[in-house]
């Protein structure tokens, strides 16, 4: 009786082991896609993202160099006071999307211009994404909105 016991407790172990591994397995290849790094414009200059690579580009849109195309494309640089890396995407933009605000984009490089497929803004007068700020920080060039 006692062999049959620890036989069953092994097969229940080895089991419990397997399906979490399956489980692991199946988490790791459902989020293959869905990872997306936080790069500042200084970090894409420094070390440039392999091609094809999907990633967050954040920082403040620059001055001076919003331009609408043809439709619904939209070019403009981002900077965090370091480095300045311009920025493509055609789509509709977010009503609080606007000059010297902060953004984040999840995207490609394309040559030297960030291709942007989802742009992100403040949702607030003094919301600035965390990431953003951080690299602004690093930058030297961030100023609390809040005094």
């Known amino acids: 009786m006692k062999g049959l016991k620890k036989k069953r407790r092994v ?13 692991t397995a199946l988490i ?21 993202p392999r091609e094809g690579e999907v ?11 919003l331009m ?3 439709g619904e494309t939209v070019s403009f640089a981002v900077t965090d006071g370091g480095a300045t890396i311009p920025v493509r995407f055609t789509g509709v933009l977010p009503d609080l999307f606007a000059e010297n605000q902060g953004m984040i984009g999840t995207g490609v490089m394309e040559g ?3 291709v942007a497929r989802e742009i992100l803004a403040k949702h607030d ?10 690299a602004l920080k690093e ?6 909105p809040n005094g």
Do not use: K
């Not at 097969?11 to 489980?23: D, F, G, N, P």
């Not at 007068?125 to 951080?134: D, H, L």
């Open 11 to 23: 097969q229940v172990i080895v089991l419990a082991v397997l399906a979490l591994a399956l489980s």
């Open 28 to 48: 790791g290849y459902g989020m293959r896609d869905g990872i997306n790094f936080f790069r500042s414009p200084s970090q894409v200059v420094q070390d440039p």
């Open 55 to 65: 990633f967050r580009i954040g920082g403040l849109v620059e001055a001076g160099t």
């Open 68 to 70: 609408r195309g043809q």
């Open 112 to 114: 030297d211009t960030f």
């Open 125 to 134: 007068e003094s919301y600035m994404p965390r990431e953003v700020v951080e």
């Open 139 to 144: 930058q030297g060039v961030y100023q609390d």
